[in-house]
């Protein structure tokens, strides 16, 4: 009687430990469709098993699960480093969105800093599969580079202390100390174009200092750095409308036509389906107006 | 090699540029490690502390982190300077107690019997130093001061990233212009730097065959 009553006792408890544990599964659970659900910071469905062209990049990324991206690390909204290491922003997000629907889920992303100097480079050696870091497109990067998108379509833009009245466009900055970065497009223009006096950094945070004790006028890159700045510094204000369009593209290697239409058409499908206006709202639209999504330019 | 002839004139810039910051922080770090050195040996002990401190201090610390303190920390001490004075008081007085040690190692070169000498002739201190030991000093230290020289030719490099328009300044602005030509870009920069620091070196040994004293 003893032992039928300890076995049953056995029993019993082996029962409920298994519907218990069967009870907790694990975070991510398969839906119908095949995808998992809620994946990573910006909850983007991972694809299961997709498949790719044999011998094409996505086929080697998405079965490695692994891609590594460079984005920027120092830009507020659009790639920023937070405090666990790892960067937030849109771009980030446009970035994850691509990696999900190669298979690939946000923890297995490697990020790597690309700033204005190495895109190129980086790209060249292969130490970064794409490149989603502000970068413009234009003519000359082409020959090195290709490009996906555009995701997004900044424009130059001028940002000044909210005491100065005198400056309200660029062609108030002709002989003017300006900062910029050394090297970017624009610095290159407001000097060019308008005929400002160049104050260079690396860096565009390094140009907050002289401009809030007057030893430069203003600080000139694309609307959406400065306004991520002005976000974080109520002394400063942006003037003017944007006068320059800077479209913003996705990097990858030269003549990987196959990984360039795919990123287009993942682009295309998150435009129509809004997840691209989520991503927005959720990152950069925290700040700025959501503009709609720019016509990409597949070639 | 065409996108350096094509932007020559703004190489040229950057390399007057790069000139100008050498020469003005070279004399300037002369100057004042030269006067480094003689508070470091003065009979004074106040003096000598002073000058310790100070070597001690500028020399440990990175150029990156002078620089940061010269054009972001003394505006808001209420000394606002242009950007390329920042950047030569920057240099010159990280580089005067890499003079001042050079300097040092020479004095304690002269034989003691000079000072001792020149000391029961009655000169005073200063004219121990300027008459008897210095000129001595200097003429062994030749070498390690060409050293010195030629890193801070080197250094000023830094200066492009706070402000001030020079010979590396030149080749970001290129390669981010020229995205394919990056590799011929910094082989010129390179190149301008080269120019530099080899007649610095060819300096260094001309000098020391006419006057260098060894011992």
Known sequence: MRQARFTLAVFVVAVAGALTLNSCGDSSKTSSTGNAEANGPYQLAVKIDPKFEAGSTMEKLSKAKKITIGTKFDQPLFGLKGPDGKPRGFDVAIGSLVASRLGIPYENIEWVETVSLNREPFLQQGRVDIVVATYTINDERKKVVDFAGPYYEAGQSIMVLKSNTDVKGPEDLRGKPVCSVEGSTPAARIVKDYGANLVATDAYSKCLEPLRNGQVIAVTTDNVILAGFVDQNPEFKLVGEPFTKEPYGIGVKKNDDKLRAFINDVLEDAEKDGTWKRLWQETAGKVLPTPSPPVLARY | ?215
């Open chain 2, 1 to 215: 090699m065409k996108v350096i002839l094509e932007n020559f004139g703004l190489f040229w810039l950057g390399f007057i540029s790069t000139l100008k910051l050498l020469g003005v922080s070279g004399i300037g770090a002369l100057l004042l490690g030269t006067l480094m050195a003689s508070l470091r040996v003065s009979p004074f002990g106040s003096f000598r502390a002073l000058s310790a401190i100070y070597t001690e201090l500028l020399r440990n610390t990175p150029l990156t982190l002078v620089f940061f303190f010269c054009v972001f920390v003394l505006p808001k001490l209420g000394i606002v300077l242009d950007f390329q004075i920042s950047a030569i008081v920057a240099l010159t007085a990280y580089t005067a107690p890499f003079v001042a040690e050079a300097l040092r190692s020479g004095i304690n070169g002269v034989p003691i019997g000079q000072a001792e000498a020149a000391r029961s002739l009655g000169l005073r201190f200063d004219q121990v130093l300027t008459l008897v030991v210095l000129p001595q000093a200097v003429r062994m230290v030749i070498p390690p001061l060409i050293n010195v020289f030629i890193a801070l030719t080197k250094n000023t490099s830094v200066a492009g990233g706070f402000f001030v328009f020079e010979l590396f300044s030149v080749g970001k602005r290129l390669a981010n212009l020229h995205g394919s030509a990056v590799v011929p870009i910094l082989v010129g920069i390179a190149c301008f730097y080269l120019l530099i620091t080899v007649p610095l070196g060819q300096l260094s040994q001309r000098l020391e065959a006419r006057i260098a004293l060894v011992r």
